[in-house]
């Protein structure tokens, strides 16, 4: 693929700002009550202010200003999609026992497990409020229909995250392509790109916008986005990534590498394998991840998964095309015509 222009970053950088100042007022304090301060919105803040990409709800802001609604009106949307990500991070680093996000430490490390669950609960709960205090700039049908939207990216969300906690559970190597894939859609496609795109086109074009059209275009980008992200927690950069290298490897992931190499492992290989993947995280040693990275580059596992994820970044910027034909020129749908072939440019 190219290289995109410095519009993707700029745009990024610019979004940023507008989302982190909106999710400031959205942050609960406790003011006079040291301890809730301490032992809960301290920690409801705490991720959300680690800065990250703010790609989905920057993919919100572009798309409904592409459709020709104003910037304003858009933010509520992008400030709740930020907020939802943020609590559901806390979740997932819980689930996973990630020692890293965003460059720190994770919140359970820093605060212990319980405390961490119930601010990633409020923070969740929080995620609404945008929305619901939007209702007077948006028709009630509009507002309806996006609490139902976000509805559904809980759904889906929670049944990725399902798939992927059952088969670390179970040791389940039994898995093909089209499992990881149906994974990706769930636990990442639909929260990262298909909800954004699908809330920014609603807000502009109202409840008779077609929003399935969407739902391609957000597959594939998200996709493409996710096994991305898998190949850079092996081999990225750790002082840009800002998570655990190798994570994915100690925490027992069924990545598309990992499946790329137990299609490819000789069957002493996979027995290996199989008791690498059944040991808990704090089982395993050094050594023993260090041999499964060296089997992952051995047999072109990594360089087969970011194949097919540049695949899938050419999908995207076709349905792309079909999906915002109607759409004037404009920077932000520049942007979005842009984000395919960022992914690959990013090292975070």
Not at 300 to 321: S, T, V, Y
Request: contains cysteine.
């Amino acid at each position: 693929m190219g290289v995109t222009s410095p519009l993707v970053s700029e745009t990024l950088r610019s979004y940023a700002n507008v989302v982190t100042d909106g999710m400031a007022r959205y942050l609960p304090g406790a003011l006079g009550q040291a301890d809730l301060q301490r032992y809960l919105y301290d920690l409801v803040a705490d991720y959300p202010r680690r800065l990250g990409k703010m790609m989905r709800s920057s993919i919100c802001l572009a798309t409904a200003q592409a459709f020709g609604a104003r910037l304003d009106i858009a933010v509520p949307a992008a400030v709740s999609i930020e907020l939802l990500h943020n609590s559901l991070l806390i979740h997932d680093d819980i689930e996973d026992e990630s020692d890293e996000r965003r460059g720190a430490p994770t919140l359970h490390k820093l605060h212990g497990l319980p405390l961490a669950l119930n601010a990633g609960s409020a923070l969740g709960l929080t995620s609404l409020s945008p929305l619901l205090g939007n209702g007077s700039r948006l028709s009630k049908r509009v507002a309806v229909r996006l609490l139902n939207e976000i509805t559904r990216v809980g759904r889906e969300s929670a049944e990725g995250q399902a798939l992927e906690l059952g088969w670390c559970r179970d040791n389940r190597l039994d898995l093909a392509e089209r499992d990881y894939l149906e994974l990706v859609l769930k636990k990442t496609c639909w929260l990262a790109t298909i909800h954004p795109v699908r809330a920014g086109a609603l807000i502009a074009l109202g409840v008779t916008a077609e929003l399935d059209r969407f739902v391609s275009f957000g597959f594939f980008l998200g996709a493409a986005f996710q096994i991305h992200d898998d190949v850079l927690n092996l081999v990225g950069d750790h002082e840009h990534y800002g998570k655990e290298l190798g994570g994915d490897l100690w925490e027992g992931k069924r990545t598309l590498i990992v499946i790329e190499l137990l299609s490819r492992a000789s069957p002493s290989q996979g027995r290996e394998l199989q008791r690498f993947f059944a040991k808990p995280r704090a089982e395993k040693n050094q050594a023993e991840v260090d041999d499964v990275l060296s089997l992952l580059h051995r047999h072109g596992a990594i360089e087969a998964a970011r194949d097919k994820a540049l695949a899938l970044a050419g999908a995207a910027q076709h349905e792309f095309e079909r999906a915002f034909a109607d759409a004037p020129t404009s920077r932000h749908k520049d942007f979005l015509s842009e984000l395919p072939t960022w992914v690959f440019e990013r090292n975070s």
